[in-house]
């Protein structure tokens, strides 16, 4: 079992920031890669970004310039600092482990852009 606190959600106007944290626990021996996911109702769940044990990134296209992910592999924390939102950035953004053995989601932290 993998525990998540995450944190940082909440409702921002249009070109306004947030940023995401996220503190794994647990069965989290060997972890690889730590990342967010978001889906947004009607929507699969999408990949947004993602960073390695080695500080690899990789971002979706609809996030690259306005989204940077971060770790603290020593606390095994991701962040996510997100600029210029959007209203198509509105999802719930799930927190990702993946270790040598598993991949697992945290339980997600509503992000709203609106006026």
């Known amino acids: 079992q993998v525990q998540f606190v995450e944190s940082g959600g909440g409702l921002v106007q249009p070109g306004g920031s947030l940023r995401l944290s996220c503190a794994a626990s647990?069965?989290?021996?060997?972890?690889?890669?730590m990342g967010w996911y978001r889906q947004a109702p009607g929507k699969q769940r999408e990949l947004v970004a993602v960073?390695?044990?080695?500080?690899?990134?990789n971002y979706a296209d609809s996030v690259k310039g306005r989204f940077t992910i971060s770790r603290d592999n020593a606390k095994n924390t991701v962040y996510l600092q997100m600029n210029s939102l959007i209203p198509e950035d509105t999802a719930v953004y799930y927190c990702?482990?993946?270790?040598?053995?598993?991949?697992?989601w945290g339980q997600g932290t509503q992000v709203t852009v609106s006026s």
């Open positions: 990702y482990v993946g270790t040598t053995r598993s991949a697992s």
């Open positions: 647990g069965s989290i021996f060997n972890i690889a890669v």
């Open positions: 960073i390695s044990v080695r500080g690899v990134t």
